[in-house]
Each structure stands twice: as structure tokens, then as C-alpha cells.
């Protein structure tokens, strides 16, 4: 079956600019993350959604970032007036159950440049 | 805030020899997870470990988690090339819902 799937693969865009970034997780899964991979730095939380519960926002880094979920599929993280410092990997990976220990699949990435 | 370090950073090999990669935490995790990913992929799931002294074997690679539940080592015997990439480990707390994740180490293993 389908895996994990992120649009675009690759944005470069000019500071100041906002951007959006798509994800589309396995048909069926109840939970969607939102992770940021910097040079170095391993992944970074942002953002979880499971089920019709309120999100967890607890990692976004400023509210510059936003990310909704639209009918418990495809989600849109949203970054405003783009940074250099944002230039990096956004993956997005979903999740069958509520069950923590459940396997996350990720999908392959957008990579974002920000000039 | 709960950090897991990873060693070593980078680690450049030949084809056929071991290697040991550990993930280190102050903290107690209820459990670990294992990932390796590849250029260009996302992390894929290799492992997870749940209980303090549990030790868990997939092929050419064997997974520890440490008594405490604080620490967790990853052996690989007879590298291939095929195993290059970054291993990522990734720890799990029942008092959050969310991965945290170690920064990883960025295997070569040259023909």
C-alpha cells in the first residue's frame, strides 16, 4: 500500500515569504506528527495531531508555525514570513493507533531553503 | 527537558567489521526505539525495546536496552554496505505522547 507522502520535495523561497508544506499520512491512521531535521540536530518536534483531540503545539517554535488537519487525513504545516533559520527537513509521519510504542511512518521529507 | 545523547557522531568503517553505537540519557524512558535513515528517505523503524536489560536481535544487528531504562546500545556484526546510513534512537516516556529523538549517528561502511 501507499506509504507516507509530502509535497513539495523541495522549496527554496525568499525570506519574508510564507510557505506551505503538505502531507498526506496511510489512509487510516488517527496520528500525524510534524518533526524538523536541521544539519546536526536530529529530528525536532513540532506538532501532533491524534484523532479529534486538540492538537499538541507544544514544539512549534514561534507562531510563525501553524498546521491544521483537515478531516483526519492531509495536514498543511504553514511557516509565515520564512527565516534562514527555517531553512531545513520537515517530515511528517503518521501512525495506526493511539498506542505510543505503534510504529511511525514518515514520509520522505520537503526539504526548505529559505534565502 | 529530556535529552538523549548519541555516540559516536560519525563513524567510517570497512565491510565485514563490528561496531557498537550507544544512546545516553539522564532520564528513564519507558521505552526505545531504534531508526535508521537513509539520504533523501524518511527514518524507518527498526526496534523497540521496552524492557530494562532486553535484548533484541534482527539479523546482523543486535539492540540493548540498559537496566535502568536510561541507556541503549546498538551492535552490528559483519557491517555491510547496505547498513550505511544515520541511526537514529528515540525515546519514549508515558507521561508525553511524542518521540524524543537522540541526534544520531552517521555510519559509512566502505566496500
Known amino acids: 500500500g501507499a506509504g507516507v507522502s509530502q509535497s513539495p520535495s523541495n522549496k527554496v523561497t525568499e525570506k519574508g515569504k510564507d510557505v506551505e508544506l503538505r502531507c498526506d499520512p496511510i489512509?487510516?491512521?488517527?496520528?500525524l506528527y510534524w518533526y524538523r531535521q536541521s544539519l546536526g540536530q536530529g529530528l525536532e518536534f513540532l506538532i501532533y495531531?491524534?484523532?479529534?483531540?486538540?492538537?499538541?503545539k507544544s514544539g512549534l517554535p514561534s507562531d510563525r508555525f501553524s498546521a491544521e488537519r483537515t478531516g483526519g487525513s492531509v495536514s498543511t504545516l504553514t511557516i509565515q514570513r520564512t527565516q534562514q533559520e527555517d531553512s531545513a527537513v520537515y517530515l511528517c509521519?503518521?501512525?495506526?493507533?493511539?498506542?505510543?510504542?505503534?510504529?511511525?511512518?514518515f514520509g520522505p521529507g520537503t526539504r526548505l531553503t529559505v534565502l | 527537558t529530556q535529552l538523549l545523547e548519541q555516540s559516536p557522531q560519525f563513524l567510517s568503517i570497512q565491510e565485514g567489521e563490528n561496531l557498537t553505537v550507544y544512546c545516553n540519557s539522564s532520564?528513564?524512558?519507558?521505552?526505545l526505539q531504534w531508526y535508521r535513515q537513509e539520504p533523501g528517505e524518511g527514518p524507518v523503524l527498526l526496534v523497540t525495546?521496552?524492557?530494562?536489560?532486553e535484548v533484541k536481535k534482527l539479523k546482523r544487528l543486535t539492540f540493548q536496552f540498559g537496566d535502568a531504562r536510561k541507556d541503549s546500545s546498538l551492535h552490528i556484526t559483519a557491517a555491510q554496505p547496505g547498513d550505511t546510513g544515520l541511526y537514529l534512537c528515540?525515546?519514549?516516556?508515558?507521561?508525553?505522547?511524542?518521540?524524543?529523538f537522540g541526534k544520531g549517528t552517521m555510519l559509512l561502511v566502505s566496500p
Open positions: 528515540a525515546g519514549i516516556n508515558s507521561g508525553y505522547s511524542t518521540l524524543t
Open positions: 495531531f491524534q484523532g479529534n483531540s486538540a492538537p499538541d
Open positions: 532520564s528513564v524512558f519507558s521505552s
Open positions: 489512509s487510516g491512521h488517527t496520528a
Open positions: 509521519a503518521s501512525r495506526r493507533g493511539g498506542t505510543r510504542t505503534d510504529t511511525q511512518y
Open positions: 525495546v521496552v524492557t530494562g536489560g
